[in-house]
């Protein structure tokens, strides 16, 4: 997938859903019925192709580098149910 993604020049995404398909979904699943609609809702956010999580994960890792980049990191990924750890480990596979 790697290899044609340098042919394809599309290095960038393909490397991030590459981290998130090795390591694990940075969403998190909360535990009561409200935080799980709650969580659904801010995954949904984050969807350009219905049928694709591999766009999803793209959109969460550039989302949360903007975050990062303005300092607001933590506040971003608990607004939105994201590990910030996972994150980090993506950010660290890159």
């Not at 042919?7 to 991030?16: A, E, H, N, R, S």
């Not at 994960?57 to 550039?62: A, I, K, N, Y």
């Amino acid at each position: 997938m790697i290899l044609y993604s340098v042919v394809l020049k599309c290095v960038d995404p393909v490397v991030t859903i590459a981290c998130a398909l090795a390591y694990r979904d940075p969403f998190m699943l909360p535990m009561y019925p409200s935080e799980k609609r709650a969580a659904a809702a801010a995954r949904k956010r984050f969807t350009l192709d219905p049928f694709s999580d591999h766009l999803i994960f793209v959109q969460v890792f550039r989302g949360w580098q903007r975050a990062r980049s303005e300092g607001s990191d933590k506040n971003f990924c608990r607004r939105n149910y994201l590990s910030q750890a996972t994150l980090e480990m993506m950010a660290g596979m890159r």
